[in-house]
């Protein structure tokens, strides 16, 4: 560890055992959130989202090609992420590296094991053509909690996306088919603290990393443990207790950012 | 060219109902992002761009290092999500070039002899892409520098002008780029006159070529008053704020 990112740990982790965090916010508190919708005209369906200082943009563009041999009435989705250099001073132009791919399969998975998409519907004609969805995910502004910011605007960007049928002649254009969304939270352990949302500093100091994805019933639908430390048994039922309660409202403010 | 569309009515009006020396709606802001040493969100059309200034800072690898110079390292970027069809992440041909176009026009306002062996990283994102990107990219870099606090002689600033149906029109939108005579992106320091950037496609004959290239500057001096206005609005509300 280098000598700021100890500093800052010294200094978060007084903090934290008077039970504060750095910006003021509760243990089990999100930052502020912002969802705005229809972004990008050139894409199907577009969000950005801010938590806090964290800017990430989605954007959502179709097309028709080939199903995949063993799923051949099913429509295709990918997801990449793009961790670009106008975000932080670290990042840097190239290919995506380790980071970038783990975001962007981290939220692949949370939108396909969920099935938000209803991929069987999106066949056009059996092992012939099908539509192929393209999640693209740009970070603009990087303090923390990519995951969440990412998986958030991949949500708010699907439900307002419209399948360009018109272009490609089949038809009129049609919202996409899809089913409730998994909600993902975050939380980070430094020092014996568990925080939710962590913001940069927190996330560089991180031991441990747990994302859980929670349904409207309460349900968990996804998890991602990450980093080389551990959690307790107790730790991780107060972490899926806050996801759940944290998933609730950010599920509210998702509904009424796409206007459902 | 003969097109099928008529880019210009009878009354001289353009498709989208612009006069020939009128330019597309434009929204400047400074300091959007919070990482970034600099920033600028800009709206051109249907163009989105957001610029970002890292710097300066040293330069890595070193080899890259100018002992006398800094070096302005402008990296042109379009979202997957910009056009029409997506496009492939990652660098390409064309956004090479621009690349290296901007970061020429901008080495040469920069007061880079200020800052030996560093970089000055000006990254141009376009989110959503509509004709006439790198004159919107170039001129949100230049807000984006001033945000930074980079030395500079001036704000550098960029817009096009062109021919379409064998009129000089002002700022060619989608449909005038694809099926117009001619383009001319130009970039200058508004203060001096100074050309910074010059790229031209099409057919234009000398005297048509003189009319398009002073369009284009007396474009950029509108363009630059919106810039000027963007970071005076910024830093107002920061003195009102104190």
């Known amino acids: 560890m280098t000598v700021v990112p100890s500093i800052k740990r010294d200094y978060l982790s007084k903090l934290a055992k008077q039970g504060k965090r750095a910006d003021g916010r509760k243990f089990d508190e999100f930052r502020k959130i912002e969802v705005e919708t229809g972004v990008v005209s050139k894409a199907e369906g577009s969000a950005r989202v801010k938590i806090g200082n964290t800017q990430v943009l989605v954007g959502i563009k179709m097309d028709v090609g080939e199903p995949y041999p063993d799923s051949p009435e099913s429509g295709v989705l990918t997801t990449a992420a793009e961790l670009i250099p ?69 949500l708010a960007a699907l439900f307002t996306a419209k399948v360009p049928a018109e272009r490609f002649e089949l038809g009129e254009d049609y919202p996409l088919p899809l089913q409730e969304p998994p909600v993902s939270c975050t939380s980070v352990k430094f ?70 | 060219m003969k097109s099928e569309v008529k880019l210009i009515d009878n009354d001289g009006k353009r498709l989208d109902g612009r006069k020939p020396d009128e330019l597309r709606k434009i929204k400047i802001e400074a300091g959007v992002l919070h990482r970034a040493d600099g920033s600028c969100y800009l709206e051109w059309g249907g163009n989105k761009i957001l610029a970002a200034v890292y ?5 890595i690898p070193r080899h890259t290092q100018d002992p006398l110079k800094a070096i302005v390292n402008a990296r042109y970027n379009m979202a997957a999500f910009s056009v029409e069809d997506r496009k492939r992440p990652g660098p390409d041909r064309r956004s090479r070039e621009i690349s290296k176009v901007i970061s020429e026009a901008l080495e040469k306002i920069v007061l880079t002899e200020k800052f030996p062996r560093a970089t000055i990283d000006v990254n141009i994102e376009v989110l959503d892409a ?18 930074a606090g980079i030395p500079m002689k001036d704000i550098p600033v960029a817009c096009a002008a062109g021919k379409i149906e064998g009129q000089i029109v002002l700022d ?25 950037l010059l790229q031209m496609d099409g057919h234009l ?28 609005e910024k830093y107002q509300s920061v003195l009102e704020v104190e």
Not at chain 1, 205 to 212: D, N, P
């Open chain 1, 86 to 154: 106008l975000a932080s001073p670290d990042f840097e132009a190239g290919p995506p590296r380790e980071d970038a791919i783990e975001l962007a399969r981290v939220v692949d998975r949370g939108v396909r094991e969920s099935e938000v998409v209803e991929l069987e519907k999106l066949c056009l004609e059996p092992g012939e053509k099908v539509w192929i969805i393209f999640i693209d995910i740009h970070i603009l502004d990087h303090d923390g909690n990519l995951f969440d910011a990412a998986s958030l605007a991949t």
């Open chain 2, 205 to 232: 004959t000398l005297e048509e070529f003189d009319r398009t290239l002073d369009m284009a500057i007396n474009g950029c001096h509108i363009v630059s008053d919106l810039q000027k206005k963007a970071i005076m």
């Open chain 2, 55 to 59: 710097g300066p800072r040293e330069a």
């Open chain 2, 172 to 196: 060619l939108g989608k449909e005038e780029d694809n099926l117009g005579d001619a383009d001319l992106p130009v970039a200058i320091a508004p203060r001096n006159g100074e050309i910074l």
């Open chain 2, 130 to 147: 509509e004709a006439g990107t790198r004159c919107a990219g170039l001129t949100a870099a230049g807000v984006a520098l001033a945000d």
């Open chain 1, 191 to 260: 020092n014996g603290v568990v925080v939710l949302d962590p913001s940069l500093d927190e996330e560089e100091i991180a031991e441990v990393r747990l994302t859980v994805a929670t349904d409207k019933k309460g349900d968990i639908r996804a998890m991602q443990k990450g980093l080389n430390g551990s959690f307790t048994k107790e730790e991780i039922k107060k972490i899926i207790k806050a996801s759940i309660d944290n998933g609730r409202e950010i599920r509210e403010m998702l509904y009424k950012s796409i206007g459902k």
